[in-house]
């Protein structure tokens, strides 16, 4: 869970809250450069070509000045968690692509070439950043990941608001695959409600698992449980074993 700016100020130490400082100040200044015509035409080109196009290209507008150098708040988030400890680590590097406004070339950047505490600070905070649907990418890498860290951060309020019917229902069981508490997807009770063919998926999983002598995960029958139409029972998870008189 992401902490705010004043509960980090509370934990924090002196040092570690005048690098804080420090580095929200660069994010701001970075995002508060004056846009330019470049800017311009990359804002008209997105509404053709989409706003991933623009993303690259403003944020290659953005660091002009200095082209063989990544922005320093970028520098500044991969330092966060030496600085102000790992337990913040996620809540400072959030804080910072908040700060900076990060444009999608930043966030694709800082996503491949981040440690997984990096990566998964990127998921985390996607809903927080004006990206539209552009950075879906990102979330189908993490869900293609078995680092249950990433997964978890991939189900969050983005792609509860992002992704398609189809790469939402495989992100659930992907979850369940891995182990992920099907809590951490977001919206999971109004995306699920009703879907007949998730409610199939978690039938079927449950069968395999049934028939091959394994649990079925309580929570697969929780997410099965949601399935169901307001007012309506949920579906069985599996055909119940026959018994010694059948």
């Not at 860290?149 to 695959?177: E, M, S, T």
């Amino acid at each position: 869970m992401l902490t705010s700016r004043e509960e980090l100020d509370a934990e924090l130490g002196e040092a570690a809250r005048a690098w804080l400082d420090a580095a929200l100040a660069e994010a701001a200044d970075d995002a508060a450069r004056p846009q330019t015509a470049a800017d311009d035409a990359t804002r008209s080109e997105a509404a053709a070509d989409g706003a991933a196009r623009s993303g690259a290209a403003a944020d290659a507008s953005r660091t002009a000045a200095s082209p063989y150098a990544s922005p320093s708040w970028e520098l500044r988030y991969a330092a966060a968690g030496r600085h102000c400890g790992q337990r913040h680590a996620d809540s400072v590097r959030s804080l910072l692509l908040v700060e900076a406004r990060a444009p999608l070339a930043s966030i694709t950047r800082l996503y491949e070439q981040g440690t997984a505490a990096e990566r998964r600070a990127v998921l985390l905070t996607l809903h927080l950043l004006d990206l539209g649907d552009t950075a879906l990418p990102l979330v189908e890498d993490a869900l293609r990941a078995n680092d249950t860290r990433l997964v978890a951060a991939a189900v969050g309020p983005y792609a509860a608001d992002h992704l398609a019917p189809h790469a939402w229902r495989h992100a659930v069981l992907k979850c369940l695959f891995t182990e992920v508490p099907v809590a951490a997807v977001a919206r999971l009770a109004d995306r699920s409600r009703g879907d007949t063919e998730l409610a199939r998926m978690l039938t079927d999983f449950a069968a395999e698992r049934t028939a091959a002598g394994r649990p079925v995960p309580e929570d697969l029958r929780t997410a099965l449980a949601l399935t169901a139409p307001a007012g309506h029972p949920a579906p069985p998870t599996a055909a119940p074993a026959p018994t010694e008189e059948s």
